[in-house]
């Protein structure tokens, strides 16, 4: 448990050190108090999540810690980790040029609106979490693992996804960045192909997913698709 525990926080810091490099380089200041606000903000979230699993589902920890293309089973899937990486990334970077060459004008409130979209997706991975302890890091199947329908799973098949979404739309509006938003249209690219992905690999091999998918009709968005 204590080996667990210290790979999780090494990878908190890791994290931290992420953040830095694809916010402040990129922006070439220090003097960026959207930046920091939405740091502590998206940091804040990750560690109290890290800590409820530590006490709580060391289990779900243990999977969330394999992730990444070379975790991954599928090969499908390694291309689409990649992808992901590198939508991730540009969410970041684009919105920290903006404002360095200050190609965006967004007003508080929206910066406002941004942060608290992105501790709201945070809430929605936690409830996910909560609900499920088999949502591993990867497309993988548990020896014990069982097809959950309650909770935001008796709305839509992968609840995980919209809450990562919201999350991430609202990274460039916390950093004061509209042209960041477009970057968003490669990650829903990338989430949409991953669950189909996925979708396709669960209904082979884990049992009771195909009435699953048959009952709740939709994967991302309630009453939309």
Request: aromatic content about 12%; some cysteine; hydrophobic content about 55%.
């Amino acid at each position: 448990m204590r080996g667990l525990n210290i790979r999780a926080f090494a990878g908190l810091l890791q994290l931290v050190v992420a953040l830095a490099v694809l916010i402040f380089l990129p922006a070439w200041t220090l003097r960026y108090w959207q930046a920091w606000i939405l740091a502590a903000v998206f940091i804040a979230c990750t560690l109290a999540i890290t800590v409820y699993l530590m006490r709580n589902d060391p289990a779900l920890l243990e999977r969330r810690l394999k992730a990444g293309p070379g975790a991954e089973q599928e090969n499908s899937q390694k291309i689409i980790q990649a992808l992901a990486i590198v939508a991730f990334i540009s969410i970041f970077v684009v919105s920290a040029l903006d404002h360095r060459f200050g190609w965006s004008s967004v007003p508080p409130y929206v910066i406002a609106l941004g942060d608290i979209l992105v501790a709201l997706g945070f809430f929605l991975v936690f409830l996910v979490f909560r609900e499920n302890t088999f949502t591993s890091g990867i497309i993988e199947v548990g020896s014990e693992q069982k097809v959950i329908t309650t909770g935001p799973y008796a709305l839509v098949r992968h609840p995980m996804y919209i809450g990562a979404l919201v999350m991430l739309i609202g990274v460039p509006l916390a950093l004061g960045s509209w042209w960041g938003l477009l970057t968003i249209t490669l990650m829903v690219a990338v989430i949409v192909w991953r669950l189909l992905d996925e979708e396709s690999f669960l209904a082979k091999r884990l049992a009771g997913y195909c009435e699953y998918q048959n009952r709740v009709r939709y994967r991302l968005l309630p009453f939309i698709w």
